[in-house]
């Protein structure tokens, strides 16, 4: 499985646009690149994924780098409603593996 | 859309006790997945089904636990004995198919506290 390295916490202030950066060095050639969230007390969601281009949907953008050793995902205006924890997953022969996360504060 | 159910939501017992959750996935969902989510830590899936067979079970500890998924649509996971590292949330999650093309709908989660 790909190694990710994320940042322990991050904030931001509602209404203001999140980036939320993910390192993923190790990923092969056919890995998706998922992001899950989960809010307190309750099972992680679904964001996005993608491959190899952008990818937009109405919750979020995902920016992968050309080399793909890296993503981000960009919360265009942050809402209370948003705070949680992120998870960027590659995924390899479909298998999600979690990892830490980023833990995202959203202040009012 | 109906989505995952799980019961309990939350159970206590004593270790060395029996425990056993219970899933059904959204309607028309092949693959089906239990997960460990310990305090603090992200989820570690634990077994996955596709349909009514398993695909993938290397993380079960299976001196301990079981899961079945009969006719392919409920499931079931079981801990005999319980041990007190045993305590966690259980995530059940559905998905039409293998996950790199379909995300997967989770579960409200089953908070497990072994005494």
């Known amino acids: 499985d790909a190694k990710t390295t994320q940042p322990n916490s991050m904030e931001s202030n509602e209404e203001e646009p999140v980036h939320l950066p993910c390192n993923h060095s190790?990923?092969?050639?056919?890995?998706?690149i998922h992001w899950y969230r989960q809010l307190p007390s309750q099972g992680p969601e679904y964001v996005i994924h993608?491959?190899?281009s952008n990818v937009n949907n109405r919750m979020a953008s995902l920016a992968i780098a050309e080399d793909r050793k890296s993503s981000t995902l960009i919360l265009h205006r942050a809402t209370l409603r948003d705070a949680a924890v992120y998870y960027c997953?590659?995924?390899?022969?479909?298998?999600?593996?979690f990892g830490q996360g980023t833990i995202l504060t959203v202040h009012p | 859309e109906a989505g995952v159910a799980q019961s309990p939501r939350y159970k206590i017992i004593e270790k060395r006790q029996s425990v056993a959750f219970w899933c059904n996935p959204i309607?028309?969902?092949?693959?089906l997945y239990w997960y460990q989510q310990i305090l603090g830590q992200g989820p570690k899936l634990l077994i996955q089904?596709?349909?009514?067979?398993?695909?993938?079970d290397s993380q079960l500890p299976k001196d301990r636990f079981s899961a079945e998924r009969l006719k392919g649509v409920d499931s079931t996971l079981k801990i005999q004995p319980a041990k007190l590292e045993d305590s966690a949330v259980y995530l059940c999650?559905?998905?039409?198919?293998?996950?790199?093309?379909?995300?997967?709908?989770f579960g409200p989660g089953t908070r497990l506290t072994v005494t």
């Open positions: 190790t990923i092969s050639g056919t890995d998706y």
């Open positions: 309607s028309g969902h092949a693959t």
């Open positions: 089904f596709q349909n009514n067979g398993v695909v993938d």
């Open positions: 993608g491959l190899t």
């Open positions: 999650a559905s998905s039409l198919g293998p996950m790199d093309l379909y995300e997967q709908y």
């Open positions: 997953i590659p995924t390899s022969y479909g298998k999600l593996t």
